[in-house]
């Protein structure tokens, strides 16, 4: 007995416990609902309420001709109030606004957007993002009239937040060179080195945290606007920057290459006017990363091409002439405890300063500074100091690699550090740094800072304007000039660069081909150069091609460098018309020598010899395709006279001209070679039947 009352006992206390906990929270939840209901609701207002960032629209790039480089593009969330419009307006467009949205964004059917819509707007929910997908401007303009939609922010509850993204219409071209910034403000690039230019400054609004952890923007009047950043204007010729780049991926690609880059610069101007760097991914794709042509990453020991710098620090120092002997004996020679080779088996005996220079002996440079600079390694060093080639050049781009050139004080200088640094090793400089020093020999001495951004603008608002400063107004004397310009035309006209001569416009540079150091071993691995210039007799562009670890049997400059360069001088002179000589028209016309000319359209023709000073005539003018005959100094065209059904004769026109008379009867046309037309599979005058197929051979 005593047991069950005890136990009731408890249970009694426990209930009365539970009872008053119970009544405990009623009055609680009284007091903050009817009591603190104010202060709670103010609370909980401020903290659904902040001031946020309002994203200002990025400034866009431009290359020289105003080609548009990258832009930021508006793009759209689409979120809607679905609490806020009438119920007539509602009633009337839901099913409507359901079925586009259902059509547009072809995630759901009319129904689930019908749904999602009513249970939000049931739930009195002020914010429902209406998919998760942005859309573009000419969306955002279709959607403004669809039904509720069309009555606007405050009666149909739309909200079209705005967000830029950027866009490259070149797509990869130039990718590294332009850069990129992401939504964390991580960027590279053009984008990166002038983002306070670019950028502008952002406004601000207030937004409401709604469920979910959505922000809704509330327009109070408060908000501040932002400010647009400025357009930049580059010196980038996008045709150029396409052959560069082209010309680059072909070579890495046949040479199975690390990475390359290219760099080509308008001698006077110090504008950048194409600038390339690709490093491989995968097996045949390669990507741009880094830029290898500015940025540390690209800061190596040049080789070969670094023999310029020594041997006008002999010419400026020393009487030597370029016809001077020096003996290399058998292509080795040892400096202290290390032995220098040159690349031809058996060496190349004895031969002349200029020969030197030409077929890249190693030894023959490193002999010549050694000896007149052994005993004074500072002096040599100072020339290379004088060459602006031991400071960076204050690239506008951010992050260009600083040289590294010893000094006899440095611990790590021994004997050897001179007869390997005159060669290009032991020292590391960027291909731009290279390049600069290159220009400065094509521009008569003359070193003057890249440049790759003109100016800064907004609309008709200059902002800045950038010029190329004056490095150094004279690396060196005329004299020395006249000597090394000598040489650098003989790399190519006689030396290890022979294989890029041609006919049409000299070349001068210097081929450049450097073990790569790993782990402080020099490997069996290349870095393989070309730097010069073009024209050599009237220089307008300098340019720079660097292949890093090519595989194969080809792993020299010459061959893995030197004919890219070749391919981008050669498009660059057939597109740039200032870089050819003028034709002798007047002395043609005169002389008793006519240029050749066979079959064509007949106003293409007489243009033609009329621009040349040809003369030039017709028994008939209204024939369209003629013949040219040759007669007493002078062109007559003769018909070219092709009946209706009759298959034309079309030798000697060129394959645009013999396709549009082929294609005009009817007939299929297979052809072969390049030029002109020499034969064709059926004779003119024969019967041309249609869809048969005729064969041109062309010459």
């Known amino acids: 007995m005593n047991i069950k009352k005890s136990i009731l006992l408890r249970v009694r206390l426990a209930f009365l416990l539970i009872f008053i906990f119970s009544i405990a929270i009623v009055v609680k939840i009284a007091d903050i609902q009817f009591v603190e209901g104010e202060k709670w609701a103010q609370m909980a207002e401020d ?11 990025r400034g866009n790039i431009y290359s020289d001709n105003g080609s548009l480089m990258a ?3 508006p793009f759209y969330k689409v979120a809607m109030d679905p609490a806020i419009s009438d119920d007539e307006v509602y009633k009337s467009g839901i099913d409507s606004l359901a079925y ?11 129904q689930e957007y019908k749904r999602k819509i009513n249970d939000a707007r049931l739930r009195k929910k002020q914010y429902l993002v209406i998919n998760a997908r942005q859309i573009n401007y000419q969306e955002k303009k279709l959607m403004s009239g669809w039904p509720i939609f069309r009555k606007g922010r405050h009666k149909g509850g739309v909200i079209f937040e705005q967000v830029d993204k950027r866009f490259r219409p070149f797509a990869t ?33 207030l937004y409401q945290k709604m469920a979910g952890g959505n922000w809704k923007p509330i327009y109070d009047g408060t908000e501040v606007r932002p400010v647009q950043g400025y357009d930049i204007e580059t010196t980038i010729d996008i045709n150029l920057q396409d052959v560069a780049e082209s010309a680059l991926l072909r070579a890495l690609k046949s040479h199975d290459a690390d990475y390359g880059c290219v760099i080509v610069m308008e001698v006077k101007t110090g504008e950048i006017k194409a600038i390339s760097n690709l490093s491989r991914v995968e097996k045949n794709v390669y990507w741009e990363k880094y830029n290898y042509a500015v940025a540390s990453q690209g800061s190596t020991e040049p080789g070969s091409t670094f ?18 002997s020096i003996e290399t004996g058998d292509g080795q020679y040892k400096f202290y405890d290390r032995i220098m080779r040159d690349a031809k088996p058996g060496g190349y005996g004895k031969i002349t300063v200029k020969q030197a220079f030409e077929k890249s002996s190693n030894i023959a440079v490193s002999k010549l500074v050694d000896y007149h600079f052994g005993h004074n390694p500072q002096r040599y060093v100072d020339y290379i100091t004088s060459f602006n080639l031991s400071r960076p050049l204050g690239f506008q781009m951010i992050g260009e690699g600083v040289p590294k050139i010893k000094k006899p004080s440095d611990k790590s200088w021994s004997g050897t550090t001179l007869p390997w640094m005159s060669i290009g090793y032991e020292v590391e400089i960027t291909p731009l740094q290279t390049l600069a020093f290159y220009n400065a020999v094509a521009n008569n ?12 603008f907004k609309a008709d608002q200059l902002k800045e304007v950038y010029e190329a400063a004056v490095i150094n107004p004279k690396i060196c004397s005329d004299k020395t000039l006249e000597k090394v310009k000598l040489m650098l035309e003989g790399v190519v006209e006689r030396g290890t660069a022979d294989n890029i001569k041609n ?7 210097k081929t450049g081909t450097s073990k790569i150091l790993k782990n402080k071993r020099y490997t069996r691995s290349y870095y393989t150069s070309f730097a010069g210039y073009f024209p050599a007799d009237r220089p307008r562009y300098s340019c720079i091609v660097v292949i890093n670890d090519p595989q194969g049997f080809q792993q020299y400059g010459s061959d893995v460098a030197a004919p890219v360069f070749k391919e981008i001088a050669d498009k660059i002179y057939a597109r740039d018309i200032e870089m050819h000589k003028p034709f002798p028209s007047l002395a043609m016309a005169k002389s008793d020598v006519l240029p050749v000319i066979k079959s064509g359209y007949h106003d293409d023709l ?23 005959v040759k007669r007493n100094n002078a062109v007559v065209w003769e018909p070219n006279i092709a009946k209706l059904d009759k298959v034309p004769d079309v030798k000697g026109l060129t394959l645009k001209d013999a396709l549009y008379m082929l294609e005009n009867k009817g007939l299929r046309v297979d052809f072969k070679g390049k030029g002109r037309v020499t034969n064709q599979s059926m004779a003119s005058g024969s019967t041309a039947i249609r869809g048969s197929v005729i064969t041109i051979n062309l010459n």
């Open 173 to 205: 071209l130039g990718f590294r060179t332009i850069g990129f910034i992401n939504e964390n403000g991580y960027s590279r690039g053009l984008e990166y080195s002038f983002n306070d230019i670019l950028a502008g400054k952002d406004g601000e609004a």
């Open 100 to 110: 586009l949205l259902s059509r547009h964004f072809k995630d759901k059917s009319t």
């Open 307 to 324: 023999k310029l710098a020594s041997m006008i620090a002999l010419f400026e120092e020393t009487n030597i002439s370029l016809n001077d």
């Open 47 to 57: 903290i659904g309420l902040q001031y946020k960032k309002v994203k200002a629209t």
């Open 606 to 628: 007489k243009l033609v010899c009329n621009a040349l000073g040809i003369s030039n005539f017709s028994e008939n003018e209204t024939e369209d395709w003629v013949k040219a």
């Open 445 to 456: 001495g003359r070193m003057i800072q890249p440049i790759i951004v003109r100016k800064a």
């Open 503 to 509: 006919s049409h416009y000299a070349i001068a540079g």
């Open 71 to 73: 832009t930021s593009l």
